[in-house]
């Protein structure tokens, strides 16, 4: 075999080795994020997240130095996904009805994002005792979340431009999370904070909080 045909057939089979390598670590942070949720993270064992995904520990420490390597690359994770899953939210949301709407889908977004990941919140306050950093590098994701909101509210003319301040975004999307977070991780109420009410109160409070007036 010619090594123009050895290099062509080890990049095609490249690709799909690469591909599985990836499957399997995707599989791995999903089923390490269910064990966080499920055991917490101080109980969490590596052999717990090699277990849930059917490898051995040795190719768990291939991959990962340990537990707390694993969790940083769990939040690389989430803030990757993160950001594709709210660029795609805002681009998608239906502008044409009304702010109370508008509100009601972004907070069911924003719980479901949570409730998706509590694992990883869970584990996050679990590390937050001892570690005071360990919620500095999520904020990047908050960030994000506020400027594409607050340039969805001016774009769907909810908002004059510098009527608000991004302070004042911030302390209503702040209370909106941090509301959801606790319901979801103490499971108040039927649905936590997937209750479709929960998602219209708070709705609420984002149009009342940053003084949005309803066309009549």
């Known amino acids: 075999m010619s090594s123009k045909a050895k290099k062509s057939k080890s990049e095609a089979i490249l690709p799909a080795i690469q591909q599985r390598s990836k499957?399997?670590?995707?599989?791995l942070l999903q089923a390490g994020g269910k064990s966080f949720a499920t055991l917490g993270?101080?109980?969490?064992?590596?052999?717990?997240?090699?277990?849930?995904v059917g490898i051995s520990v040795g190719v768990f420490y291939q991959r990962f130095k340990g537990k707390r390597e694993f969790f940083d690359a769990?939040?690389?994770?989430?803030?990757?996904?993160?950001?594709?899953?709210?660029?795609?939210?805002?681009?998608?949301t239906d502008g044409q009805g009304s702010a109370?709407?508008?509100?009601?889908?972004?907070?069911?977004?924003?719980?479901?994002?949570?409730?998706d990941d509590i694992g990883?919140?869970?584990g996050m306050i679990?590390?937050?005792?001892?570690?005071?950093s360990v919620s500095g590098k999520i904020a990047e994701i908050d960030i994000y979340i506020r400027e594409l909101l607050m340039d969805?509210?001016?774009?769907?003319?909810?908002?004059?431009?510098?009527?608000?301040s991004e302070e004042r975004l911030f302390m209503a999307y702040s209370m909106a999370a941090k509301t959801l977070l606790v319901m979801l991780l103490n499971e108040v109420g039927p649905l936590g904070g997937?209750?479709?009410?929960?998602?219209?109160?708070?709705?609420?409070?984002?149009?009342?909080?940053?003084?949005?007036?309803?066309?009549d």
Do not use: C, N
């Open 23 to 27: 499957d399997k670590r995707d599989r």
């Open 41 to 52: 993270y101080e109980k969490t064992r590596v052999i717990d997240l090699a277990d849930a």
């Open 194 to 215: 997937l209750d479709p009410a929960t998602h219209r109160e708070l709705a609420r409070m984002f149009v009342s909080y940053l003084g949005i007036k309803e066309p």
């Open 100 to 115: 109370q709407s508008f509100f009601e889908q972004f907070v069911k977004r924003l719980a479901q994002t949570i409730s």
């Open 126 to 132: 679990t590390l937050g005792h001892h570690d005071k």
């Open 74 to 92: 769990l939040e690389d994770d989430i803030i990757q996904r993160g950001r594709e899953q709210w660029r795609i939210f805002f681009l998608e």
């Open 152 to 164: 969805s509210l001016i774009e769907r003319r909810f908002l004059a431009e510098g009527l608000v």
């Open 120 to 122: 990883f919140y869970r």
